[in-house]
Nanobody, 114 residues
Framework: QVQLVESGGGLVQAGGSLRLSCAAT????????MAWYRQHSGKQRELVAT???????NYVDSVKGRFTISRDNAKKTVYLQMSSLKPEDTAVYYC????????WGQGTQVTVTS
């Protein structure tokens, strides 16, 4: 049974930083494209950042220069380092793993206060 377990969310003031982690129980983690999504209250889930098996990353424009996605294949973990946080970054953040199948974590709440 595949599990993605996020951690690292919490409450932070604007301008602060958080690092989200997502530990996966995937057999061949290194082959998966990993991503972070977020869902603002009452809105659709949006893609925040992706990282390929080769380590190439992409970001939504609103987080470029502030967020960094990375992966540790040995630990089967993907990270999202978030800096210069803004109140509009407040959302539930979800980890996603995609190859032939797509898997989701349960989400972790990030709240940024002004």
């Amino acid at each position: 049974q595949v599990q993605l377990v996020e951690s690292g969310g919490g409450l932070v003031q604007a301008g602060g930083s958080l690092r989200l982690s997502c530990a996966a129980t995937l057999n061949i983690f290194s082959m998966y494209v990993m991503a972070w999504y977020r869902q603002h209250s009452g809105k659709q889930r949006e893609l925040v950042a992706t990282i390929t098996s080769g380590g190439s990353s992409n970001y939504v424009d609103s987080v470029k220069g502030r967020f960094t996605i990375s992966r540790d294949n040995a630990k089967k973990t993907v990270y999202l380092q978030m800096s210069s946080l803004k109140p509009e970054d407040t959302a539930v953040y979800y980890c996603n793993a995609r190859q032939d199948m797509s898997y989701w974590g349960q989400g972790t709440q990030v709240t940024v206060t002004s």
